[in-house]
Structure formats: C-alpha cells, structure tokens
C-alpha cells in the first residue's frame, strides 16, 4: 500500500524528475555510440569518413550514430525524419542504445509521432537487455503513468537497476536522486519489495 500523497511532495518530485530527467535524455545516447569500436569524430559540416557507409551497409551501431548524428545536427543539418529512420533501423536490430533513442524520439514528438505507448515499449526492450539510460526512462514512465499504469514499485524497480547500472558518478548521482524522490512517496513495503524485485532481475537477450 502506497503512502499518502501530497500535493506539495509530488509538485516537488514531478519537478525533480523532470530536471534530471530532462538532463539525462539531451545526451540521445550519441556518446555511447561514440564510445563503440570504429565510430569517428565528425569534422564541421561532414560525417566522419565510412560512418555512412557502415551504417547503409547495416551496422547498428553506425546506423545509431548517423541518427543522432541527425538528431543534434552533428556534423549534418539537424533533420528529425532521417534521425528516426536510421536509429529506427539500429532498434529493430536489438541495439539498446539505438531502441532507447526511438523511444526518446517517440516521448518528445522529434521525428515520429508523440506516443508514450511506443516509448514505454521501445525504453522496455532497452531496459531488458540492462541499458542504464533505458531503464531510468521506464522507470520515469511508470512514475507518472505515461505510456503504461502509474506503478510507483515498478517505478522504483526500474531506477534502482538504473542506479546500479550506471556508468558514471554523475549518472549515478542523477538516478539516485530521482529513486529517493519516489521513495519519499512510497511505504517501506513497497520500496523493500522494489529492491526484492531488482535483486532477482536479469538481463534477457537483445531482442
């Protein structure tokens, strides 16, 4: 049974959530496709030479980085369709960076119709494989029902593998602060069973 709410402590969460949420999702993954094997620097005004190669001859973590390369304007004039063409032919891939992007894409209307209902479910098939940024994602999602059923346990449950699984101090700072600002409106039950439920997780294959 969740704790009673507020109006003044979800105001301040909701706002909370949002700053870090909104900090987290400007990076559209472009640097963990820039840190893959083989992904170049882009010089002003081009793609880095075989990018758009390697992307058109299938490579997904190309294909990801062409399209948010088209996302931020990196390198080629910033175009929304030709960002979610490509990052969408990374996601049916399984590539998570690639399905996190899609699903960013469809939450902010960049590129593809707004859609919570398809971000959830493009965030979801990230977040299984154990994609930090993913499940962070899934785990606002389930906060505020957008997309899925408000579910503050699953909520916690995604931010808490988010908070495990972060790649950096920052990151990991970001995601505890958004789990401890859910907690503040959840009972001990629930946040224990959030953690029963994170401590049993595994990762499933890319899909």
Known sequence: MRA??????????RRGLVTAWL?????VATAAAGTAAGVQPATAGQLPPGLLERAEQGDP?????????????????????????????????????????????YFRNRGVPGNDAEAARWYRAAAEQGYAPAQ???????????????????????????????????TRTLYAGQ??????LMSDEDVRESRRLADAWQPAASR
């Open 136 to 170: 962070a994602g899934l785990g606002y999602l389930y906060t505020y029902g957008a997309g899925v059923e408000e579910d503050h346990v699953r909520a916690y449950l995604w931010l808490e593998l988010a908070w495990r699984g972060a790649d950096s101090d920052f």
């Open 61 to 105: 973590i190309a294909q990801n980085d062409v399209g948010s390369r088209y996302y931020a304007g990196h390198g080629v004039e910033r175009n929304d369709a030709e960002a979610a063409r490509w990052i969408q032919l990374a996601a049916d891939q399984g590539f998570a960076p690639a399905q996190y992007n899609l699903g960013l894409l």
């Open 4 to 13: 009673p709410r507020c109006s003044r402590c979800s105001a301040g969460l």
């Open 179 to 184: 789990r401890e600002a859910l907690a503040d």
């Open 23 to 27: 900090v987290a999702a400007a990076t």
